[in-house]
């Protein structure tokens, strides 16, 4: 059964996982924008059937180079709020759920893959 909250309670879900994120890597994300959409929409070559959570969609900071952009278009983050809430049962499992998901992303901007998340208890 999903968890039913307002959209403003999503975000604001959103907002404290952010803060969660230790200040000193935020102040490394200065052109990371995260997004919160309803749900992940595959692409046309992938599973119709694919759930995501989150999508961190950008360069990890560990593949670029010195030829990176002066100013790169921002690193884009995707919190998908249906998904979510179809897998809590409380507000407070959609806090965790969503802290967990926005770190899985953090981390893949800082060039963290899957295997490692995994390996830290992320996964």
């Known amino acids: 059964m999903a968890f039913e909250m307002d959209d403003d309670a999503f975000a604001d879900a959103v907002e404290r996982a952010l ?5 000193q890597l935020r102040e490394m994300m ?15 070559h992938e599973d119709p059937d694919t759930v995501l959570l989150g999508l961190y ?28 809430l179809q897998m809590c049962d409380s507000e407070e499992e959609v806090i965790d759920e969503v802290t967990i998901t926005m770190v899985h992303e953090v ?15 992320w996964g």
Do not use: K, S
Not at 19 to 23: A, G, V
Not at 36 to 44: A, K, L, N, T
Not at 67 to 83: C, H, T
């Open 19 to 23: 803060d969660e994120i230790p200040p």
């Open 30 to 44: 200065d052109n990371v924008a995260i997004f919160i959409e309803d749900r992940y929409e595959p692409g046309p």
């Open 57 to 84: 969609d950008g360069v990890p900071l560990t593949e670029r180079g010195m030829d990176w952009g002066d100013v790169p278009m921002p690193d884009r983050i995707f919190i998908y709020q249906e998904p979510i």
């Open 107 to 121: 981390a893949h901007h800082f060039g963290i893959d899957d295997a490692t998340l995994h390996e830290l208890g």
